[in-house]
Nanobody, 115 residues
Framework: QVQLVESGGGLVQPGGSLRLSCAAS????????MGWYRQAPGKQRELVAA???????NYADSVKGRFTISRDNAKNTVYLQMNSLKPEDTAVYYC?????????WGQGTQVTVSS
């Protein structure tokens, strides 16, 4: 049983920055990787960034060079630093935590990029 609580979403102008946070609790020892997906209205959910327990990272091509994922293992928290935001980044962002047998999901946080 894993619980994920997300924060940091909101409204930002194009070119601005936001930092999302996701705190995990419960059976933390089972988590092998954490990351972020996003889903825009009428679109499929897509992987944005992921980080393993050992620190390896993976990014969607659309966010490489602009977004950075990091993890504080002591705090069981993953972060997504989003810079140079574009209107096409607008979506609901979902935190996930992967275990050998199950994937857990946060409730989602809205990110809106608009002037």
């Amino acid at each position: 049983q894993v619980q994920l609580v997300e924060s940091g979403g909101g409204l930002v102008q194009p070119g601005g920055s936001l930092r999302l946070s996701c705190a995990a609790s419960g059976s933390i020892f089972s988590i092998n990787a954490m990351g972020w997906y996003r889903q825009a209205p009428g679109k499929q959910r897509e992987l944005v960034a992921a980080i393993t327990k050992g620190g390896s990272t993976n990014y969607a091509d659309s966010v490489k060079g602009r977004f950075t994922i990091s993890r504080d293992n002591a705090k069981n928290t993953v972060y997504l630093q989003m810079n140079s935001l574009k209107p096409e980044d607008t979506a609901v962002y979902y935190c996930y935590a992967g275990t050998p047998t199950y994937d857990w999901w946060g409730q989602g946080t809205q990110v809106t990029v608009s002037s």
